[in-house]
């Protein structure tokens, strides 16, 4: 059993957070709650409806960007991916698209293919491809794991500048990581999901004001004090489960 | 049984029961279409009962596996030799290369009557003919797998002070082994048309001088049955390549695993 | 370009002129220098070019036989476990049986013309064809259909927008595999039956002892095969152009 019970809810324009280590069944749960898996036990309610298949109104982000974007597809293309379906004109589509790729700060580099990009920039068209088609939920499932450091960092904020800016839409955003730095960083609230069979161990709101900087927010008392909060959670866990630290 | 191996049989069961449907149906129509060039399935096993044991068939299946094994086995060790030069030297490969490309996009046919020319409508022909069809995919497959040889392996040897022939026999040839065998494996079933086409041309016995004969007798189950022959004998050679393959490779199959078919 | 290779081919060719005219040989071999007047006169006059044409016509019917049939076969295959299955025995039935020994039926079957040549020539190369379709689309990164499913490209779209593109390497090697396989069996298949074509061109010298003629022949099948499967690879990198990219990256 991958997870155990696993109940929780997301509200209209939230930033969640889901912390957990590897083997919790993180992605097993991010794909269920896609559509993309049926869990064997309970259900996955959009606006009240059950979820069957991938709603129109989810999109997600994968880890490996290489492996997610179509490699014969030139940046727009594949950004504008997902816009089949609206019935919108090629030049709308590809309109939308432009849009999508300068709200992540990709300018200009639509005619490029994507492994002539950069990991971060791979990692941007992935995102902006998560927005053209202007879900309700978007989820990112350890979307930043494989770059390196500097441009975690930069990606995190490119992500909050999204945030920031489809705010007004009441757009959710679900994002799973095992970075505990960077789950307090961005959300609103973060779930602490225990290792196989994976629970919720906690919820931790955030608190803390936006906009929010690298520099300064994860230098604040109030990040260090709900970070603490947040492994205090972890250490728990372990130690009822038995576990040498 | 777990669910999985389950499954896979009910998969090869439903693959076998559709095999027979469609023999049903061939038999089905060749009945009632009557049609001397589709004679009934159950007509050409009947025959092939008949024709597979007996001794002349088999005296002539025996012929073509002889010339067979002589064309393959010369062909396969001049490619594995040259391919083995041509894989480790980069000079070598540029002063073959337009040769070789020219060569191997060749229809294997042209030089039948070429060969015929020169050495005749017999064996000499037929050998030749089965060596230079069997040549060119193992050479590619000896070139490629040298070629493949990790750096790390290469520099093992020069370190080593092992160079030259020496070292592509005792690095190279083993390190490309797998690769090899793939191009052998391919060769081993161009090698057996060959055998046929040879023997369809020309005088003597052989698979494809008996598919000539029953083709003027007009003999149609007789011809269904020798090609049938023709494509079993071809699915078990394969089968037999392979096991031999997998006891050669087994420190290749130990590492990587084994190869999906 | 290769100076070392085609200086290797010019000896080659010079030291058999010298051995055939210091030897003798006019009767067994036939001259590099004769070879190539015969070859120029075919083609020039028709003689050797319209055969070329012919074995072209049969060709290229047969070919496209096969990739019309072999394609979408493979893709039903690789998409579907239960087709899969289905047609697992029959396959592997009809599969080892070869094209060229199929050729005697197949002329009491069809006659000499060019339905025979398209039926020989298609089941031989409609194999590799479907085997490496098979493959390219059972290879498909799942995640590429995760991709399609979260933006709700479905079904036949599905098929022509993710699957058909992400198979394409393999579909193209089986299709430059099969181009060379039908091109053997094409001119095989004139070769028996006589009537028309470079294969037949090449029987009739032979029977005729024209020895230049046939030797002409026979380069002109090598430069068609060389020339086909060129063609293929420069289309293959066009149309492929971001294989060698991603699998370099992911080196």
């Given at each position: 059993?991958?997870?155990?019970?696993?109940t929780?809810?997301?509200?209209?324009?939230?930033?969640?957070?889901?912390?957990?280590?590897?083997?919790?069944?993180?992605?097993?749960?991010?794909?269920?709650?896609?559509?993309?898996?049926?869990?064997?036990?309970?259900?996955?309610?959009?606006?009240g409806?059950?979820?069957?298949?991938?709603?129109?109104?989810?999109?997600?982000?994968?880890?490996?960007?290489?492996?997610?974007?179509?490699?014969?597809?030139?940046?727009?293309?594949n950004?504008?991916f997902?816009?089949?379906?609206?019935?919108?004109?090629?030049?709308?589509?590809?309109?939308?698209?432009?849009?999508?790729?300068?709200?992540?700060?990709?300018?200009?580099v639509?005619?490029?293919?994507?492994?002539?990009?950069?990991?971060?920039?791979?990692?941007?068209?992935?995102?902006?491809?998560?927005?053209?088609?202007?879900?309700?939920?978007?989820?990112?499932?350890?979307?930043?794991?494989s770059?390196?450091?500097?441009?975690?960092?930069?990606?995190?904020?490119?992500?909050?500048?999204?945030?920031?800016?489809?705010?007004?839409?009441?757009?959710?955003?679900v994002h799973?990581?095992?970075?505990?730095?960077?789950?307090?960083?961005?959300?609103?609230?973060?779930?602490?999901?225990?290792?196989?069979?994976?629970?919720?161990?906690?919820?931790?709101?955030v608190?803390?004001?936006?906009?929010?900087?690298?520099?300064?927010?994860?230098?604040?008392?109030?990040?260090?004090?709900?970070r603490?909060?947040?492994?205090?959670?972890?250490?728990?866990?372990q130690?009822?489960?038995?576990?040498v630290? | 049984?777990?669910?999985?191996?389950?499954?896979?049989?009910?998969?090869?069961?439903?693959?076998?029961?559709?095999?027979?449907?469609?023999?049903?149906?061939?038999?089905?129509?060749?009945?009632?279409?009557?049609?001397?060039?589709?004679?009934?399935?159950?007509?050409?096993?009947?025959r092939?009962?008949?024709?597979?044991?007996?001794?002349g068939?088999?005296?002539?299946?025996?012929?073509?596996?002889?010339?067979?094994?002589?064309?393959?086995a010369?062909?396969?060790?001049?490619?594995?030799?040259?391919?083995?030069?041509?894989?480790?030297?980069?000079?070598v490969r540029?002063?073959?290369?337009?040769?070789?490309?020219?060569?191997?996009?060749?229809?294997?046919?042209?030089?039948?009557?070429?060969?015929?020319?020169?050495?005749?409508?017999?064996?000499?022909?037929r050998?030749g003919?089965?060596?230079?069809g069997?040549?060119?995919?193992?050479?590619?497959?000896?070139?490629?797998?040298?070629?493949?040889?990790?750096?790390?392996?290469r520099d093992?040897?020069?370190?080593?002070?092992?160079?030259?022939?020496e070292?592509?026999?005792?690095?190279?040839?083993?390190?490309?082994?797998?690769?090899?065998?793939?191009g052998?494996?391919?060769?081993?079933?161009?090698?057996?048309?060959?055998?046929?086409i040879?023997e369809?041309?020309?005088?003597?016995?052989?698979?494809?001088?008996y598919?000539?004969?029953?083709?003027?007798?007009?003999?149609?189950?007789?011809?269904?049955?020798?090609?049938?022959?023709?494509?079993?004998?071809?699915?078990?050679?394969?089968?037999?390549?392979?096991?031999?393959?997998?006891?050669?490779?087994?420190?290749?199959?130990?590492?990587?695993?084994?190869?999906?078919? | 370009?290769?100076?070392?290779?085609?200086?290797?081919?010019?000896?080659?060719l010079?030291?058999?002129?010298?051995?055939?005219?210091?030897?003798?040989?006019?009767?067994?071999?036939?001259?590099?220098?004769?070879?190539?007047?015969?070859?120029?006169?075919?083609?020039?006059?028709?003689t050797?070019?319209?055969?070329?044409?012919?074995?072209?016509?049969?060709?290229?019917?047969g070919?496209a036989?096969?990739?019309?049939?072999?394609?979408?076969?493979?893709?039903?295959?690789?998409?579907?476990?239960?087709?899969?299955d289905?047609?697992?025995?029959?396959i592997?039935?009809?599969?080892?049986?070869?094209?060229?020994?199929?050729?005697?039926l197949?002329?009491?079957?069809?006659?000499?013309?060019?339905?025979?040549?398209?039926?020989?020539i298609?089941?031989?190369?409609?194999?590799?064809?479907?085997?490496?379709?098979m493959?390219?689309?059972?290879?498909?990164?799942?995640?590429?259909?995760d991709?399609?499913?979260?933006?709700?490209?479905?079904?036949?779209?599905?098929?022509?927008?993710?699957?058909?593109?992400?198979?394409?390497?393999?579909?193209?090697?089986?299709?430059?595999?099969?181009?060379?396989?039908?091109?053997?069996?094409?001119?095989?298949?004139?070769?028996?039956?006589?009537?028309?074509?470079?294969?037949?061109?090449?029987?009739?010298?032979?029977?005729?002892?024209?020895?230049?003629?046939l030797?002409?022949?026979?380069?002109?099948?090598?430069?068609?095969?060389?020339?086909?499967?060129?063609?293929?690879?420069?289309?293959?990198?066009?149309?492929?152009?971001?294989?060698?990219?991603?699998?370099?990256?992911?080196?």
């Amino acid at each position: 059993m991958v997870l155990d019970d696993v109940t929780f809810d997301v509200t209209d324009g939230e930033l969640l957070a889901i912390v957990g280590p590897s083997g919790c069944g993180k992605t097993t749960l991010l794909r269920i709650l896609c559509g993309l898996l049926p869990p064997s036990e309970g259900t996955v309610l959009l606006e009240g409806r059950p979820i069957v298949r991938p709603p129109r109104e989810v999109a997600l982000v994968f880890q490996d960007y290489s492996r997610s974007l179509f490699p014969w597809l030139d940046v727009l293309r594949n950004v504008m991916f997902p816009l089949g379906r609206l019935g919108l004109t090629r030049a709308e589509q590809a309109a939308r698209g432009e849009a999508a790729l300068s709200e992540v700060g990709l300018n200009g580099v639509g005619r490029a293919y994507p492994w002539q990009l950069s990991g971060g920039m791979q990692q941007r068209v992935a995102i902006a491809r998560a927005l053209v088609a202007r879900p309700e939920v978007i989820f990112l499932d350890e979307p930043f794991a494989s770059v390196d450091a500097l441009t975690r960092a930069d990606l995190q904020d490119v992500l909050l500048g999204v945030y920031a800016h489809v705010g007004d839409r009441r757009v959710s955003i679900v994002h799973v990581t095992h970075d505990v730095d960077e789950a307090v960083y961005l959300a609103d609230r973060v779930l602490v999901l225990t290792p196989s069979p994976g629970k919720v161990a906690a919820s931790i709101e955030v608190g803390l004001a936006r906009p929010r900087t690298q520099a300064a927010t994860r230098s604040s008392a109030a990040f260090l004090a709900v970070r603490n909060a947040i492994h205090d959670a972890i250490a728990r866990q372990q130690a009822q489960r038995g576990e040498v630290r | 049984m777990s669910a999985r191996a389950v499954a896979r049989l009910g998969g090869v069961l439903f693959g076998a029961l559709v095999f027979v449907a469609a023999l049903a149906i061939w038999e089905a129509w060749a009945r009632s279409a009557e049609s001397f060039f589709l004679p009934p399935a159950s007509e050409v096993a009947l025959r092939a009962w008949d024709v597979w044991p007996s001794a002349g068939f088999l005296s002539a299946v025996g012929a073509s596996l002889k010339r067979l094994a002589a064309g393959y086995a010369i062909g396969a060790i001049t490619a594995v030799s040259v391919g083995l030069a041509m894989g480790s030297s980069p000079r070598v490969r540029r002063m073959l290369g337009p040769t070789t490309e020219f060569l191997r996009a060749l229809p294997v046919i042209a030089v039948v009557p070429i060969a015929i020319v020169l050495v005749g409508a017999g064996d000499a022909m037929r050998i030749g003919v089965i060596a230079f069809g069997v040549f060119f995919p193992v050479l590619i497959a000896t070139v490629d797998g040298v070629r493949a040889v990790p750096l790390e392996i290469r520099d093992s040897a020069a370190l080593f002070h092992v160079r030259g022939v020496e070292r592509s026999v005792r690095v190279y040839l083993p390190a490309a082994l797998p690769t090899i065998f793939a191009g052998l494996r391919t060769s081993l079933s161009i090698g057996l048309v060959l055998v046929v086409i040879s023997e369809i041309i020309g005088e003597g016995d052989g698979l494809g001088v008996y598919i000539r004969s029953q083709q003027t007798l007009f003999n149609v189950p007789e011809m269904y049955a020798a090609i049938l022959f023709l494509g079993l004998l071809g699915y078990a050679l394969n089968r037999l390549f392979l096991v031999v393959e997998r006891r050669a490779l087994t420190w290749h199959y130990g590492a990587v695993g084994d190869p999906v078919r | 370009m290769n100076v070392a290779g085609w200086l290797f081919v010019l000896a080659v060719l010079v030291l058999a002129e010298i051995a055939v005219r210091l030897f003798d040989l006019a009767d067994s071999v036939a001259a590099p220098s004769a070879t190539l007047g015969a070859f120029v006169d075919g083609m020039s006059s028709g003689t050797l070019s319209d055969e070329l044409g012919r074995t072209l016509g049969s060709y290229v019917q047969g070919f496209a036989l096969a990739v019309a049939v072999g394609v979408p076969l493979g893709i039903a295959i690789g998409s579907s476990r239960t087709i899969e299955d289905a047609t697992a025995v029959v396959i592997e039935f009809l599969r080892p049986i070869p094209a060229v020994a199929l050729i005697p039926l197949a002329i009491l079957v069809f006659g000499l013309g060019t339905p025979m040549l398209r039926f020989v020539i298609a089941y031989a190369a409609v194999w590799p064809i479907l085997v490496h379709t098979m493959y390219g689309v059972r290879g498909v990164d799942r995640m590429l259909y995760d991709v399609a499913a979260t933006s709700g490209v479905r079904g036949a779209s599905r098929i022509v927008r993710v699957t058909v593109p992400a198979a394409l390497p393999s579909i193209a090697t089986g299709i430059r595999v099969s181009a060379a396989i039908a091109l053997v069996v094409c001119v095989t298949a004139e070769f028996f039956v006589g009537t028309a074509g470079v294969g037949a061109y090449m029987q009739a010298q032979q029977a005729a002892y024209r020895l230049p003629q046939l030797y002409a022949a026979a380069a002109l099948a090598g430069l068609l095969g060389v020339a086909i499967d060129a063609t293929l690879r420069s289309g293959e990198r066009h149309a492929l152009f971001w294989v060698g990219e991603e699998q370099a990256r992911q080196r």
